[in-house]
């Protein structure tokens, strides 16, 4: 298993934008990325998922806003966030599958309305 780092998540504004990364311990060559996220009393949340030749998919929830995108040489997967609403606040949490799932411990966005 591969052990994953996210970062960049924080407080901003209703309409603003953020950038979050993952970064893995290790190559993540062969790994499909994903993202996921929570928001407080509901059940984890499919975003973003990018295959290892860079083919993506997104839920309906975040398509024309969410752009996830990778970096294998820095072992690091992006989700460039836009039009942010105040129903996108959650924990953001990176996910990597290769025969299993590999999870990080997640990064706290908040969007003020």
């Known amino acids: 298993q591969v052990q994953l780092v996210e970062s960049g998540g924080g407080l901003v504004q209703s309409g603003g934008s953020l950038r979050l990364s993952c970064a893995a311990s290790?190559?993540?060559?062969?790994?499909?990325m994903a993202w996921y996220r929570q928001a407080p009393g509901k059940q984890r949340e499919f975003l973003a998922r990018?295959?290892?030749?860079?083919?993506?998919d997104y839920a309906d929830s975040v398509k024309g806003r969410f752009t996830i995108s990778r970096d294998n040489a820095k072992g690091t997967v992006y989700l460039q966030m836009g039009r942010l609403k105040a129903e996108d606040t959650a924990v953001y949490y990176c996910?990597?599958?290769?025969?299993?799932?590999?999870w990080g411990q997640g990064t706290q966005v908040t969007v003020s309305s």
């Open positions: 990018i295959t290892t030749d860079s083919h993506t």
């Open positions: 290790g190559t993540i060559y062969g790994y499909v």
């Open positions: 996910n990597a599958f290769y025969d299993v799932d590999s």
